[in-house]
Protein backbone atom coordinates (compact mmCIF):
# COMPACT_ATOMS: atom_id res chain seq x y z
CA UNK A 1 0.00 0.00 0.00
CA UNK A 2 3.25 2.34 0.63
CA UNK A 3 3.48 2.12 -3.37
CA UNK A 4 0.45 4.49 -3.73
CA UNK A 5 1.10 7.88 -4.08
CA UNK A 6 -1.37 9.92 -2.00
CA UNK A 7 -1.25 13.36 -2.61
CA UNK A 8 -2.92 12.12 -5.95
CA UNK A 9 -6.51 12.12 -6.06
CA UNK A 10 -6.03 8.52 -7.48
CA UNK A 11 -3.95 7.39 -5.38
CA UNK A 12 -6.32 8.17 -2.25
CA UNK A 13 -8.73 5.91 -4.35
CA UNK A 14 -6.38 3.31 -5.05
CA UNK A 15 -5.60 3.21 -1.24
CA UNK A 16 -8.94 2.95 -0.49
CA UNK A 17 -9.40 -0.03 -2.52
CA UNK A 18 -6.68 -2.16 -0.85
CA UNK A 19 -7.54 -1.09 2.59
CA UNK A 20 -11.10 -1.80 2.16
CA UNK A 21 -9.93 -5.08 0.22
CA UNK A 22 -7.18 -6.03 3.35
CA UNK A 23 -9.60 -4.81 6.15
CA UNK A 24 -12.57 -7.20 5.14
CA UNK A 25 -11.83 -9.65 2.42
CA UNK A 26 -14.39 -9.30 0.31
CA UNK A 27 -14.15 -10.43 -3.18
CA UNK A 28 -13.34 -8.29 -6.32
CA UNK A 29 -16.85 -8.26 -7.52
CA UNK A 30 -17.74 -6.81 -4.24
CA UNK A 31 -15.69 -4.36 -3.90
CA UNK A 32 -16.53 -3.25 -7.84
CA UNK A 33 -19.92 -3.64 -6.41
CA UNK A 34 -20.34 -1.71 -3.32
CA UNK A 35 -22.40 1.27 -3.15
CA UNK A 36 -21.50 4.07 -0.74
CA UNK A 37 -24.80 3.47 1.50
CA UNK A 38 -23.26 -0.05 2.38
CA UNK A 39 -20.20 1.68 4.37
CA UNK A 40 -20.88 3.01 7.98
CA UNK A 41 -17.59 4.56 9.17
CA UNK A 42 -19.31 5.89 12.22
CA UNK A 43 -19.95 2.76 13.46
CA UNK A 44 -17.14 0.99 11.81
CA UNK A 45 -18.94 -1.64 9.67
CA UNK A 46 -19.66 -2.67 5.80
CA UNK A 47 -22.60 -4.33 4.42
CA UNK A 48 -21.75 -6.98 1.42
CA UNK A 49 -25.32 -6.48 -0.96
CA UNK A 50 -26.25 -9.92 -2.74
CA UNK A 51 -22.71 -11.45 -2.60
CA UNK A 52 -21.71 -14.47 -3.54
CA UNK A 53 -24.75 -17.26 -3.33
CA UNK A 54 -26.44 -13.88 -3.37
CA UNK A 55 -26.52 -13.52 0.40
CA UNK A 56 -26.07 -10.58 2.14
CA UNK A 57 -23.79 -10.23 4.97
CA UNK A 58 -22.61 -7.10 7.82
CA UNK A 59 -18.62 -7.04 7.82
CA UNK A 60 -16.98 -4.73 10.33
CA UNK A 61 -14.14 -2.33 8.93
CA UNK A 62 -10.93 -1.49 10.41
CA UNK A 63 -9.63 1.72 11.45
CA UNK A 64 -7.39 2.68 8.88
CA UNK A 65 -9.63 1.35 6.10
CA UNK A 66 -12.50 3.77 7.07
CA UNK A 67 -9.90 6.63 7.62
CA UNK A 68 -8.85 5.95 4.19
CA UNK A 69 -12.48 5.40 2.99
CA UNK A 70 -13.51 8.59 4.49
CA UNK A 71 -10.56 10.77 2.75
CA UNK A 72 -11.55 9.10 -0.63
CA UNK A 73 -15.44 10.27 0.06
CA UNK A 74 -14.95 13.71 1.74
CA UNK A 75 -12.50 14.89 -0.79
CA UNK A 76 -11.98 12.59 -4.22
CA UNK A 77 -15.12 11.06 -4.90
CA UNK A 78 -17.27 14.16 -5.42
CA UNK A 79 -14.98 15.31 -8.38
CA UNK A 80 -15.12 11.83 -10.00
CA UNK A 81 -19.13 11.65 -9.69
CA UNK A 82 -21.35 12.31 -12.40
CA UNK A 83 -24.70 14.20 -12.52
CA UNK A 84 -25.87 10.77 -13.05
CA UNK A 85 -24.26 9.31 -9.69
CA UNK A 86 -26.02 5.91 -9.00
CA UNK A 87 -23.69 5.87 -5.47
CA UNK A 88 -21.01 3.56 -6.72
CA UNK A 89 -18.11 3.50 -4.15
CA UNK A 90 -15.21 3.68 -6.44
CA UNK A 91 -15.62 5.11 -9.68
CA UNK A 92 -13.05 5.59 -12.77
CA UNK A 93 -11.64 9.15 -13.59
CA UNK A 94 -14.57 9.02 -15.76
CA UNK A 95 -16.42 8.88 -12.88
CA UNK A 96 -17.43 4.77 -13.93
CA UNK A 97 -18.21 1.94 -12.04
CA UNK A 98 -14.90 0.07 -11.84
CA UNK A 99 -14.51 -2.82 -14.37
CA UNK A 100 -13.24 -6.10 -12.83
CA UNK A 101 -10.23 -6.86 -14.87
CA UNK A 102 -9.05 -3.39 -14.72
CA UNK A 103 -9.58 -3.21 -11.48
CA UNK A 104 -7.29 -6.78 -11.04
CA UNK A 105 -4.64 -5.23 -13.56
CA UNK A 106 -4.24 -1.91 -10.98
CA UNK A 107 -3.89 -3.80 -7.94
CA UNK A 108 -1.44 -6.54 -9.31
CA UNK A 109 0.79 -3.29 -10.25
CA UNK A 110 0.98 -2.20 -6.62
CA UNK A 111 2.03 -6.04 -6.17
CA UNK A 112 4.16 -6.46 -8.27
CA UNK A 113 6.02 -2.52 -7.17
CA UNK A 114 6.17 -3.77 -3.97
CA UNK A 115 8.41 -6.54 -4.64
CA UNK A 116 6.73 -8.98 -2.15
CA UNK A 117 7.95 -12.27 -3.81
CA UNK A 118 4.17 -12.60 -4.01
CA UNK A 119 1.64 -12.86 -7.15
CA UNK A 120 -1.73 -11.73 -7.13
CA UNK A 121 -4.12 -9.59 -7.12
CA UNK A 122 -7.71 -8.15 -5.30
CA UNK A 123 -7.62 -12.16 -3.99
CA UNK A 124 -4.22 -11.98 -2.33
CA UNK A 125 -5.68 -9.32 0.06
CA UNK A 126 -8.65 -11.56 0.99
CA UNK A 127 -6.33 -14.43 1.32
CA UNK A 128 -3.90 -12.80 3.68
CA UNK A 129 -6.41 -11.42 6.05
CA UNK A 130 -7.81 -14.66 6.39
CA UNK A 131 -4.66 -16.20 6.71
CA UNK A 132 -3.64 -13.55 9.47
CA UNK A 133 -6.42 -13.34 11.59
CA UNK A 134 -6.20 -17.24 12.10
CA UNK A 135 -2.66 -17.01 13.00
CA UNK A 136 -3.53 -14.46 15.71
CA UNK A 137 -6.54 -16.52 17.41
CA UNK A 138 -9.32 -15.55 15.48
CA UNK A 139 -11.95 -18.96 15.38
CA UNK A 140 -12.62 -20.45 12.15
CA UNK A 141 -16.04 -19.72 12.20
CA UNK A 142 -15.50 -15.97 12.12
CA UNK A 143 -13.03 -16.58 9.22
CA UNK A 144 -15.86 -18.30 7.54
CA UNK A 145 -18.56 -15.44 8.30
CA UNK A 146 -15.98 -12.31 6.95
CA UNK A 147 -15.45 -14.69 3.78
CA UNK A 148 -18.60 -15.66 3.35
CA UNK A 149 -18.62 -19.21 2.79
CA UNK A 150 -21.46 -21.29 2.47
CA UNK A 151 -19.18 -24.56 3.98
CA UNK A 152 -16.53 -24.22 6.49
CA UNK A 153 -14.66 -26.85 4.76
CA UNK A 154 -14.07 -24.01 2.07
CA UNK A 155 -12.59 -22.22 4.83
CA UNK A 156 -10.60 -24.82 6.37
CA UNK A 157 -8.17 -24.13 3.38
CA UNK A 158 -6.51 -21.45 5.62
CA UNK A 159 -5.88 -23.63 8.72
CA UNK A 160 -3.00 -25.34 6.19
CA UNK A 161 -1.80 -22.33 5.16
CA UNK A 162 -1.29 -21.05 8.78
CA UNK A 163 0.78 -24.45 9.72
CA UNK A 164 3.91 -22.41 8.85
CA UNK A 165 3.44 -20.01 11.92
CA UNK A 166 2.50 -23.20 14.15
CA UNK A 167 5.53 -25.01 13.07
CA UNK A 168 7.66 -21.72 14.24
CA UNK A 169 5.90 -22.13 17.78
CA UNK A 170 6.33 -25.11 17.99
CA UNK A 171 10.26 -25.00 17.65
CA UNK A 172 10.51 -22.23 19.84
CA UNK A 173 8.47 -23.50 22.61
CA UNK A 174 8.46 -27.45 22.45
CA UNK A 175 10.64 -29.11 25.17
CA UNK A 176 11.89 -32.37 23.01
CA UNK A 177 14.00 -30.48 20.82
CA UNK A 178 17.19 -31.87 18.70
CA UNK A 179 20.83 -30.76 19.30
CA UNK A 180 21.57 -27.39 17.07
CA UNK A 181 23.61 -29.25 14.36
CA UNK A 182 20.57 -31.30 13.23
CA UNK A 183 17.97 -28.34 13.00
CA UNK A 184 18.13 -28.08 9.21
CA UNK A 185 17.31 -32.04 9.01
CA UNK A 186 14.21 -31.31 11.88
CA UNK A 187 13.16 -28.69 9.62
CA UNK A 188 13.14 -30.89 7.15
CA UNK A 189 11.41 -33.69 8.61
CA UNK A 190 8.22 -30.95 9.88
CA UNK A 191 8.08 -29.95 6.36
CA UNK A 192 7.60 -33.43 5.27
CA UNK A 193 4.69 -34.38 7.97
CA UNK A 194 3.12 -31.32 6.90
CA UNK A 195 2.70 -32.12 3.45
CA UNK A 196 1.90 -35.44 4.16
CA UNK A 197 -1.12 -34.58 6.39
CA UNK A 198 -2.16 -32.46 3.65
CA UNK A 199 -2.26 -34.81 1.31
CA UNK A 200 -4.37 -37.28 3.46
CA UNK A 201 -6.68 -34.48 4.69
CA UNK A 202 -7.27 -34.28 0.55
CA UNK A 203 -7.83 -37.74 0.03
CA UNK A 204 -10.10 -37.73 2.53
CA UNK A 205 -11.83 -35.46 1.48
CA UNK A 206 -12.01 -36.09 -2.00
Not at 14 to 37: K, P, W
Not at 91 to 119: D, M
Not at 143 to 169: D, F
Amino acid sequence: MSQVNVSEPLGVRDRAVMEVLYSTGIRRMEVVNLSVFDVDVERGTLVVIQGKGKKDRMLPIGERASFWLSKYLNEVRPTMALASDDGTMFLTRLGEKFNEAWLSRTVAKYIEKANLNKQGSCHLFRHTMATLMLENGADIRFIQAMLGHAELSTTEIYTQVSIKALKEVHQRTHPAKLKACENDEMAELLDALVMEDIQEQKILRG
